[in-house]
């Protein structure tokens, strides 16, 4: 079932873009532009590793000074070890913003984890609970058979799913596979009988750069990750043994803690996260374009102040704040 069956009518902004797009220090300066107007907006965010207590660093987690006194919301929530999906974010994000809005505020959505975003704004099906049973015979299955031929059986009962997930994306494939043997029916069509989504207009601010300015300015943050607490955060889940874990999947977690032990220089290590992080931001793009109504703004061709003035307009218009100050004036 759908927990969220009913639209909400109030307004929500997000802004959104690839990792290394600028996007948390846009939200800050956003919020500290309505805050001389004496509009609160709060952060949430919508990340999928700054959730998690403890490392900060590895994860581009902005520390106190960065978030500007902008109240900050689902950052620190999760303990190192426990696995957090989308739909527990878009659970207790949900909280945050209700509460944010009996403030007074209004909650400024700023992250690039897809699914997360996804999960918040239209509601998230994630299926029956676990089948342990069944998973363990997938996984056998699969361990024998490999990732293409579990593809393969996907798509011959749910090929709107199968379409969806790459071969290699076992985990999903599996989880599409449980949730049909489970219910006798396929994820497509159960995902498709969801009431509204959570959201009745949520405004979507874009920041992208071209992929050759985006590369320089992931380089540039790796090195700084590297230099500046990374491979003691990633030392310090190995010794608790957590490299197995959900937030040891980290981009270039594991590259990070080679370093540190000397497998690899630190030229090899820089290559080698900054690859991850390229990959990754290609696919958020490819995410983020499926996204309808994004006003996309590129930093690298417009000034800060001018795309920050011009989102602020947008986001004024949202939530109603021209007409306010017309009628007052």
Request: aromatic share 8%; charged share 30%; net charge neutral.
């Given at each position: ?21 600028g ?7 956003l ?8 509009v609160s ?33 689902m ?20 909280v ?53 031929a579990?593809?393969?059986r ?7 799913t199968a379409?969806k997930l ?18 006798g029916?396929?994820v ?14 949520p ?12 590369a320089e ?21 190995a ?12 981009l ?27 990959n ?16 996309w ?33």
């Open positions: 079932m759908n927990r969220y069956p009913s639209e909400n009518p109030r307004p929500i902004i997000l802004v959104v873009g690839t990792t290394c797009s996007k948390t220090a846009f939200g800050v300066e919020a500290r532009r309505f805050r001389e107007e004496g907006l709060e952060i949430v965010g919508a990340d999928a590793r700054q959730i998690y207590r403890g490392i900060g660093v590895g994860t581009a987690k902005p520390g106190m000074e960065e978030r500007g006194g902008v109240p900050h919301h950052l620190d929530v999760a303990e190192l070890g426990e696995t957090f999906s989308a739909a527990r974010y878009a659970d207790e994000a949900s945050c913003i209700e509460d944010i809005y009996r403030r007074g505020a209004y909650p400024l959505v700023v992250g690039g984890s897809g699914l997360y975003i996804r999960a918040l704004v239209e509601g998230f099906f994630d299926g029956p609970e676990a089948q342990p049973e069944i998973r363990e015979r997938l996984e056998a299955e699969a361990s024998r058979r490999g990732c293409a579990m593809h393969e996907l798509a011959a009962v749910d090929p709107e379409a790459h071969p290699n994306d076992l985990r999903r494939v599996v989880r599409a596979l449980e949730v049909y043997q489970a219910t029916r396929p497509s069509r159960l995902r498709a009988e969801q009431k509204a989504p959570r959201f009745a207009s405004l979507y601010i874009g920041l992208r750069y071209p992929s050759s300015v985006l300015r992931i380089e540039f943050r790796v090195r700084r990750m590297l230099t500046g607490g990374m491979l003691e955060e990633v030392a310090m889940l010794e608790m043994n957590l490299t197995d874990a959900r937030v040891f999947e980290g270039g977690f594991q590259e990070a803690l080679a370093l540190r032990r000397g497998q690899m220089t630190e030229d090899e290590a820089v290559h080698a996260i900054s690859r991850l992080h390229r990754y931001a290609k696919r958020q793009r490819t995410w983020f374009r499926r996204l309808k109504g994004v006003n703004y590129d930093p690298g061709e417009q000034e800060p102040g001018v795309i920050l003035e011009k989102a602020h307009d947008k986001v004024s218009r949202h939530l109603g704040l021209e007409s306010r100050m017309e009628g007052s004036s």
